[in-house]
């Protein structure tokens, strides 16, 4: 069955520190992978897709068959990237996992 | 240009009430979803739309649950006989591009409409 895992909740972190927002699917066929953002008060919105690995906002995620993840990065966070992450599978079908809310203090 | 609009944004509903729930998806855009939120829980898939074909519905979890999308613009999501367990937020987004296998589909989403059914 295909399944989108995103382990954590929430992920508090400071500013200036390095994060990684964890997240694991399964999935027997070559998966389309994606990262979706939800700012506060604001609509869901695509953040990266992993087939054209780009970095947007500093983020990256790349995919690893072997250990069926896909977890995005950045190197150092800023305030304005608290916001609920969701990450998801698939094509038309897009399955998402249950999400991680994202909180950098100052 | 407008995105997705959806509504009414909130609606709260007697149980047993019937719902109509309204997207607008981006003008020209081909395809068109709806996923059910509830709290805590990411979106979960109820139906796809390929301009005014319904391609896949496997996602509605009762028969009280139909969705249509006549003139392949508009879509309307309805709940009959609404049910507590129906509370959510429903979300629409449409995307340019028709059904590929592999296809990459960046969906842009609506702000959905938060059902309340008391």
């Known amino acids: 069955a295909q399944r989108v895992t995103q382990p954590e909740k929430l992920l508090s972190v400071f500013k200036g520190a390095p994060v990684e927002l964890k997240c694991n699917y399964s999935y027997s066929g070559s998966p389309e992978l994606f990262w979706y953002v939800q700012y506060s008060r604001q609509r869901l919105q695509l953040l990266l897709r992993?087939?054209s690995r780009e970095s947007i906002k500093g983020f990256t995620a790349d995919l690893n068959k072997g250990e069926t993840s896909f977890h995005l990065k950045k190197p150092f966070a800023q305030e304005e990237d608290s916001a609920m992450y969701y990450c998801?599978?698939?094509?038309?079908?897009?399955?998402f996992g249950a999400g991680t809310r994202l909180f950098v203090k100052a | 240009g407008a995105g997705v609009s959806q509504s009414p944004r909130y609606k709260v509903a007697k149980r047993g009430q019937d719902v109509a729930l309204r997207c607008d998806p981006i003008s020209g855009h081909v395809s068109l979803f709806w996923y059910q939120q509830a709290l805590g829980q990411g979106p979960e898939f109820l139906t796809y739309?390929?301009?005014?074909?319904?391609?896949?519905k496997s996602g509605l979890p009762s028969d009280r649950f139909f969705a249509e999308r006549p003139e392949g613009s508009v879509s309307t999501l309805k709940i009959q006989r609404t049910q507590q367990e129906d509370s959510a937020v429903y979300l629409c987004?449409?995307?340019?591009?028709?059904?590929?296998?592999?296809?990459?589909?960046?969906?842009?989403f609506g702000p959905g409409t938060r059902l309340t059914v008391t």
């Open positions: 992993h087939i």
């Open positions: 987004a449409s995307s340019p591009t028709g059904t590929v296998p592999l296809g990459s589909y960046e969906q842009y």
């Open positions: 739309f390929q301009n005014e074909a319904q391609l896949d």
């Open positions: 998801a599978l698939g094509g038309f079908k897009t399955i």
